[in-house]
């Protein structure tokens, strides 16, 4: 017996004539689909109607399994499971629940043959949570995209969930091929920057830490910006940040992360590290529609996890970039040391920078084309 809508109060609040007979057929299409009542209660309440549609292509089709299952076919141990959920940022589930969905069965048996391969569990757990890190980031800017493309004036909940939904059957088959031409082309660049020398060939593996130049670039008084404009301006400002680091960075230098108003770079060497840098700050003092930047650069050994670097040129970097002035660059003594030359070098003295144990020899850089800056 088909559901009263009306009487169950998912009418309420829909708007006109129009809209209300909209949604009722949207109710009656996803309660046909087999979508619980108390689910379309929920996404009512939360004004996520319009996404079921969207939510019942990304999920799938197919029968359920549970994790007990899953582990049983894969020999995987549950306690391993529960782990990679998390890393994979999903929640955690009972195990004696019929609730995983085909694409998560696939990433299982995709994990046990890795596994199986020669992969170890904590180096599985880094690699996961890096590639699911990635893919929110992927995921974020195509729902934008997609958001600004699919919506029209005038839509009602049907018009843009079922648009939705028929956007996201005919894109998937599209978007993993590019994802995986887009992973092969970042690998070879990755690739081609890792130095394999003698003792790795020896040892048979990679050093645990490596030497590495690190650079921090951010937007001067960023704070203070997001107190006096709109939301959605401080988001255009962050968005021209990231796309001028994404445009000003160039192998071998490596973009590590973005975060929010701030960028991390990484190399083996100094010199593209400091190009990079002068360049990303002497641009947003040459146009005056941008905010103003700065960084800091550093150098040491530095342990690779994940994508992400962490220790101490990380840190010096990033407290170095918070003691340099606006619109300018600054370094430790080692970079300074590691490329005295091809570069304008003034010393600004021992100082003490905060989070950093001892004094910190802090030099000034500019580059030796624009001895006027």
Avoid: C
Avoid at 252 to 260: A, M, S
């Amino acid at each position: 017996m088909a559901t009263d809508f009306e009487a169950e109060g998912l009418l309420d609040g829909a708007g006109d004539g129009r809209a209300r007979e909209a949604r009722r057929e949207l109710l009656e299409t996803l309660e046909e689909a087999g979508i619980p009542l108390d689910e379309l209660r929920e996404a009512t309440r939360q004004g996520r109607l319009a996404l079921l549609p969207m939510e019942m292509v990304l999920a799938g089709e197919g029968d359920r399994v549970s994790q007990r299952e899953l582990a049983d076919e894969t020999g995987l141990d549950l306690d391993f499971l529960t782990e990679a959920r998390r890393a994979l940022g999903l929640p955690a589930v009972d195990p004696d629940d019929a609730v995983l969905t085909t694409e998560e069965v696939e990433l299982t048996r995709s994990a046990a043959t890795l596994l199986e391969a020669g992969i170890d569990r904590q180096g599985f757990l880094e690699l996961t949570r890096a590639m699911s890190q990635a893919m929110a980031g992927v995921a974020a800017a195509l729902t934008s995209t997609l958001g600004s493309a699919l919506l029209r004036p005038g839509d009602t909940e049907r018009d843009l969930g079922l648009r939705y939904a028929e956007t996201l059957r005919e894109l998937g088959p599209l978007a993993g091929p590019s994802l995986t031409q887009m992973l092969n082309l970042r690998l070879r660049e990755q690739i081609r920057q890792t130095v394999v020398g003698q003792a790795e060939l020896e040892s048979g593996r990679l050093p645990d830490a490596q030497e590495v130049v690190v650079g921090f670039v951010d937007i001067v008084g960023f704070t203070r910006l997001g107190e006096q404009v709109a939301p959605e301006e401080l988001g255009a400002v962050v968005a021209d940040f990231e796309e001028l680091v994404e445009d000003a960075v160039r192998p071998p230098v490596r973009l590590v992360k973005t975060i929010g108003d701030a960028a991390m770079v990484s190399a083996s060497e100094a010199p593209p590290v400091l190009d990079t840098m002068l360049a990303l700050v002497e641009s947003s003092r040459e146009d005056d529609d941008r905010p103003l930047l700065r960084a800091g650069i550093a150098s040491g050994e530095a342990l690779p996890r994940g994508g992400d670097l962490y220790g101490r040129p990380v840190n010096l970097a990033s407290r170095l970039t918070s003691f340099a002035r606006r619109g300018t660059v600054v370094t430790s003594k080692a970079v300074h040391d590691a490329a005295p030359e091809g570069y304008d070098w003034s010393g600004v003295g021992s100082r003490r920078i905060k989070g950093v144990r001892g004094e910190v020899e802090v030099y000034r850089v500019r580059s030796s084309e624009k001895p006027g800056n």
